[in-house]
């Protein structure tokens, strides 16, 4: 037996939704991570920019799909392909800058040049070293096997019998990239904010959907009023100190008004209502965008009222902020951390100006919500790796099992407390992403059941 199969064969040990459980091995362990390259960074579609950040024949953006980096080109005719960044010669590079603009790309190496097509034009020395018999078009960069945009986001994938990218996305992700979409004209700010966190990636992804932390994690951000302070009432009951005295832990007024949705390979969106986010900024005003006529019935019925973080599995988060995130694992315990952060081309450089400030203080190297946070994943990963530690079970059981899932308008909807089901769908689709079964076999293991 090999050792990925052993491993596939210890998957529902590893991830149990009856229990609410999880092995902390799938943290830390190298040989899981191999899995979740091969298996879901190797087939998902994954998110690379915007369209507004290639919008010239010629523009680039260079981004990660697993362990590869791809070059994005907006082509001569406005099309756009995307193939690998290595050289098919000798595997170098064959461009070192991040983004920009070209004519064609170059190997430094021995020069070896390909147009922006990623068709291979130029071979130095070809007459004399190759006698003229090196045929150009058996050596081209390796493209991407499937490339689409929805609303200007765009995605790829290396695997060519994927879904469509629509498909993929289902109502859920669509309804996700849609609540960034309907801010306005929008386009990415150039200069992507990007920094590394000692964590597995699977803890920045579970924290997305994670509102039982704000109130002691976030008590700094809290203390200094960069976020709406909760009102003065405490959570009863569960953090007091040995005498029994209250330790008075802030009580989140998400509480009673959570809407989770949950859909097919692994996409979900959780968090509270949008009513709780206009009480906690004493207006409506910020949110006018959600309020046109055209915009509610884009949103739909759930769409209009859910305000938590959307997430595209496995590894695209949109903030209720404007702003978008990847996550992109490096090894089992590191990940790198890319911001795109986007603005309205219509708002006054007033609105763009407060709203670009807001997104470099919340999250990214300088954001205080990720920093705190970050402290925790990193704590958290490290405990994985303990001889004993590592076999204490991670604990999802918060509303396990306990809540109805209503099918309306192509969703798999959640209305209750604050919960943890966002998150166990997560590791659940996870858990069957590393089975590697057929997109038929995989979309049928990750559409909801009634309960969760």
Known sequence: MSAANSLVDQLDDLVSLERGEIDRRIFSDEEIFDLEMKYIFGRAWLFLCHETQIPKRGDFFEAP???????????KDGSIRAFLNTCSHRGNAVCRAEE???KNFMCTYHGWTFGLDGELVGVPGKSIFYKDKLDLSKHPLRKVAQLET???????TFDETAPSLEDFLGPTGRLSLDLLAERGDMEVIPGIQKFVVNTNWKFTVDNVFDYYHPQITHMSAFAVGAIPSPPDEFVEGGALTDEGNRLEVPFLPTDLHNIVMISEYGHAISGPEQAVLEKDYG???PFAWRYTPGTQEKLGRYGSRVAGHPHIFPTTWLTAGGQLSLRIPRSPGVTEIWWYSFRDRNASGEQQA???SGHIHYFGPAGLLEQEDGENWAQSTLQTRGGVSREVPQLLKMGLQTSKIIKEDGLAVIEAPINEHAQLWTYHSWREWLRNPTWEELRARTTPGDYI
């Open 100 to 102: 920009g603009n070209v």
């Open 354 to 356: 407060a709203e670009l």
């Open 65 to 75: 799909m697993g362990r590869d980096n791809v070059l994005v080109v907006r082509q």
């Open 150 to 156: 929805y609303r200007g986001f765009v995605f790829a």
């Open 283 to 285: 207006s409506q005003e």
